[in-house]
């Protein structure tokens, strides 16, 4: 069950993505932060009523650096989505999973003294691979973009998978100090609303469309219940065998995210940016098993 209940996480996210393709035809990125962040937040606050989470929290200053991280991460990823074709939005978000491994493995290098009680830490040449895959599945899905003007937005999609690490590290600290999931994704809302209104100062509103603001709906609906089917396949994984596949099968989002580039977009992904997407997509697993080695027992990703 608990591979099911990734799946749909996955299926989930990429309905998402589908939806924030329709609604950025009538909205801006900021507004499309913005509301979802208000309904996260009332669904949210559901959520931890009836689980009965307390939302007072002790570590203000840490949520409110994970959500400047996280909605940078999310403003960039809806910019993506609206000016790239859906399936390479979704992957080069994907891409952060790759990053998060480069920053713990990386990092235990770093740190690392030549000394005999402290030997050299291992997986160097796997992570090099890894990075080097992931980087060359990107040039890959970009190059046919650059052709079309989308080379910008396809930079500002690889930031929302660099940006979604830094916020994943900062969700690690938070789950180490004991912070539930609920609150933090709360506070994450609470941070998308603010920066998004704030961010409206600047970019100002787009005219009322009229029914096609409903797809502001879905959009944190779906984002709110795909956290929901992710934290509980984590939950439901109870050896470390179990959390490696329940993390593995999260990019079968970037499957369901093609489908719907093609099925409803009509977009057309040249056999190169096939290539690429599953260079990424094998890069991702094994950075996910890298990262599950160097730091067991990490939270789930968000979307």
């Not at 993505?17 to 962040?37: D, I, M, P, Q, T």
């Not at 977009?265 to 990424?280: H, R, Y």
């Not at 098993?289 to 990490?298: I, M």
Request: proline share 5%.
């Amino acid at each position: 069950m608990h591979a099911l209940w990734m799946v749909l996480a996955a299926f989930i996210f990429a309905s998402m993505g589908v939806c924030v393709k329709f609604a950025s035809a009538h909205f801006n990125s900021a507004e499309l932060v913005f509301y979802r962040g208000l309904i996260g937040m009332a669904i949210l606050w559901g959520l931890a009523r009836a689980q009965g989470v307390s939302l007072g929290t002790r570590f203000p200053g840490m949520h409110a650096w994970r959500s400047l991280i996280g909605v940078t991460s999310l403003g960039s990823w809806f910019y993506a989505i609206a000016h790239l074709p859906l399936a390479t939005a979704m992957t080069l978000n994907y891409m952060s999973s790759v990053w998060i491994a480069a920053f713990l493995v990386g990092g235990a290098l770093l740190t690392w003294r030549p000394s005999g009680a402290q030997p050299r830490p291992p997986l160097q040449a796997t992570l090099v691979a890894t990075v080097l895959a992931g980087f060359a599945g990107v040039v890959m899905m970009l190059r046919p973009s650059i052709g079309d003007n989308q080379g910008f937005a396809g930079m500002v999609g690889l930031l929302s998978g660099l940006t979604a690490a830094f916020a994943y590290m900062q969700v690690m600290a938070l789950s180490r100090l004991g912070e539930p999931e609920t609150r933090t994704v709360f506070y994450f809302a609470v941070g998308s609303a603010v920066a998004g209104g704030a961010a409206l100062l600047v970019t100002g509103t787009s005219d009322w469309p009229g029914w096609p603001a409903l797809w502001l709906l879905p959009i944190g609906a779906l984002a709110a219940a795909g956290q929901l089917c992710m934290t509980r396949a984590y939950a439901r994984a109870m050896t470390p065998r179990g959390t490696l596949v329940v993390a593995n099968l999260q990019y079968s989002g970037i499957v369901f995210a093609a489908f719907f580039s093609v099925a409803l977009f009509g977009d057309v992904i040249p056999p190169i940016g096939w290539l690429g997407m599953a260079l990424i997509v094998a890069s991702g697993i094994v950075a996910t098993a890298l990262r599950a080695r160097a730091a067991p027992g990490a939270p789930a990703e968000e979307r």
